[in-house]
């Protein structure tokens, strides 16, 4: 089971901050350039209630296969995409991006994998290199992946005090750092977010994930074999 079970269409306030505002405008400005192409086959790695999945099939992907590990999340996504106009262009499937697995047809058949707060998932070198394979299994030759994942610094400490206590604490999302992760790689975190009270799940939403150190991420190398 995973945390996130717990959490389902709750996780959908999120998006109403002014913090989830300005992740959508920058996503929308880094993603659309590649949606503009005739035939887009898009993965959703870590879709969530699909709140990505219905603005990827918007704003031009051919097809959408949207994959999560949580039940819940899956049902809230499956929900939102039911009724809408996009219904036929979705595909939902349960799957665990540590344990790299061929989500299309054949290996390698997404020109474009999209992956928001997808990485954060790895806890250390082992598991990044598995989400990494999992990208690779299924990103055609010369495709994109295009993923929103934690900055990366050396002091974490000091980003996430900055962070927690200046402008940013006005979007509506604080962070927590205790945890440190072995090998001081980074932290595991608790993202914590306060819609504002109009909104009509108005209540503080948590979930957990990890922020590795940029220089434990500049270790990381893949060499992917050519299949
Ligand atoms: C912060 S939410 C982001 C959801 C969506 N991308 C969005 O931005 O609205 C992270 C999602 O990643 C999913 N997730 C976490 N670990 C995963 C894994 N190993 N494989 C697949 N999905 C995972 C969680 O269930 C959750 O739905």
């Given at each position: ?76 996504a499956n929900a939102r ?129 990890y922020h590795l150190k ?14």
């Open positions: 089971m995973s945390h996130y079970d717990t959490i389902g269409l709750k996780y959908n306030a999120v998006k109403s901050t002014p913090w989830g505002r300005l992740e959508l405008f920058n996503f929308k400005k880094h993603i659309q350039p590649f949606l503009s192409r005739p035939q887009t086959n898009v993965l959703d790695l870590g879709c969530g209630t699909g709140f990505y999945t219905e603005l990827l099939a918007e704003w031009g992907a051919t097809t959408v296969t949207a994959v999560d590990i949580s039940t819940a999340m899956l049902a809230g995409l039911r009724n809408s106009r996009y219904a036929s262009m979705v595909e939902f499937v349960q799957g665990d991006g540590l344990k790299p697995t061929v989500y299309g047809p054949k290996p390698q058949s997404y020109d474009l994998i999209a992956g928001v707060w997808f990485l954060n998932y790895a806890k250390d070198y082992k598991e990044l290199v598995s989400m990494f394979l999992t990208i690779r299994k299924n990103l055609k030759q010369g495709g994109v992946f295009v993923g929103v994942c934690m900055h990366p610094v050396e002091d974490v400490c000091n980003f996430i005090a900055h962070h927690n206590s200046k402008v940013w604490a006005m979007t509506g999302l604080e962070d927590i750092y205790q945890d440190r992760l072995p090998d001081d790689a980074g932290f595991m975190f608790k993202a914590v977010f306060h819609p504002p009270k109009a909104v009509k799940f108005g209540h503080t939403i948590e979930f957990e994930a940029k220089s434990f991420i500049a270790t990381f190398r893949i060499v992917f074999e050519v299949d």
